[in-house]
T-cell receptor, first 112, second 115 residues
C-alpha cells in the first residue's frame, strides 16, 4: 500500500539557518503530495502541495519539488524563524481518492 | 481557503460516559469527512470515513460500536465516543475535502481526556 517516510526529528536549528526535511513516498500511479504543519495544540494546516511530477509547491518561504524519479518531496526553507517551530507532516493522496496517508511527522525547533 | 471547525476544542469526562465531537465545514459542503486520532508525538491515524447520508467506513481495528459516526448533513459530521475509558484519551481531528479537490482541510482538533 501507499506509505510516506520522513526523517526523524527533532530538528533543532538556529534562526536564519537553512532547513531541509526529507520525505520519500511509495505509491502506485501519480499521487498528489502535501506538506502540512501543526503548531502546538492545534490542528493541521496545509503548507503546500504539488500534484504532478516536477511541480514545485511553495508558501511562506517554504518549497518542495515533486521528484518522481526519486519518489521524493523534500521540504526546504532558506532562512527559518522561531515562528516556524512546529511539527511538519509529509503526506500523499492517490488521484481521485481522498484518503490521505501521512508520514510520522518531523518536529522542528528554531532557537534564537 | 476552506474552513473546518470542531467543537468542543477540549473535553474532560468521567470513565463510562459518552462524548460527542462535532465537525463542521463552514463555507463549503462536504459529502465526505474523515476522522483521525493522534497520540502524543505521533502521526495521525485515520479512524473512519464519514459519508453523508450513509454509513461510515471504519479502518481496520477501529471499533465501530465504540466510535459512532453520523454525517447528518453536508456540513456536519459527529463522532461519539461511547463508554469512554482513559485509553480513549487522545487528540481527535476531522478533515474534509472541498468539492472534488484532493486537498484536505483540517479542523483544529478536540482534545479528549477521560478520567
Amino acid at each position: 500500500g501507499d506509505s510516506v517516510t520522513q526523517m526523524e526529528g527533532p530538528v533543532t536549528l538556529s534562526e536564519e539557518a537553512f532547513l531541509t526535511i526529507n520525505c520519500t513516498y511509495t505509491a502506485t500511479g501519480y499521487p498528489s503530495l502535501f506538506w502540512y504543519v501543526q503548531y502546538p495544540g492545534e490542528g493541521l494546516q496545509l503548507l503546500l502541495k504539488a500534484t504532478k511530477a516536477d511541480d514545485k509547491g511553495s508558501n511562506k518561504g517554504f518549497e518542495a519539488t515533486y521528484r518522481k524519479e526519486t519518489t521524493s518531496f523534500h521540504l526546504e526553507k532558506g532562512s527559518v524563524q522561531v515562528s516556524d517551530s512546529a511539527v511538519y507532516f509529509c503526506a500523499l493522496s492517490a488521484k481521485g481518492y481522498q484518503k490521505v496517508t501521512f508520514g510520522t511527522g518531523t518536529k522542528l525547533q528554531v532557537i534564537p | 481557503g476552506a474552513v473546518v471547525s470542531q467543537h468542543p476544542s477540549w473535553v474532560i469526562c468521567k470513565s463510562g460516559t459518552s462524548v460527542k465531537i462535532e465537525c463542521r465545514s463552514l463555507d463549503f459542503q462536504a459529502t465526505t469527512m474523515f476522522w483521525y486520532r493522534q497520540f502524543p508525538k505521533q502521526s495521525l491515524m485515520l479512524m473512519a470515513t464519514s459519508n453523508e447520508g450513509s454509513k461510515a467506513t471504519y479502518e481496520q481495528g477501529v471499533e465501530k460500536d465504540k466510535f459512532l459516526i453520523n454525517h447528518a448533513s453536508l456540513t456536519l459530521s459527529t463522532l461519539t465516543v461511547t463508554s469512554a475509558h482513559p485509553e480513549d484519551s487522545s487528540f481527535y481531528i476531522c478533515s474534509a475535502p472541498e468539492g472534488g479537490s484532493d486537498t484536505q482541510y483540517f479542523g483544529p482538533g478536540t482534545r479528549l481526556t477521560v478520567l
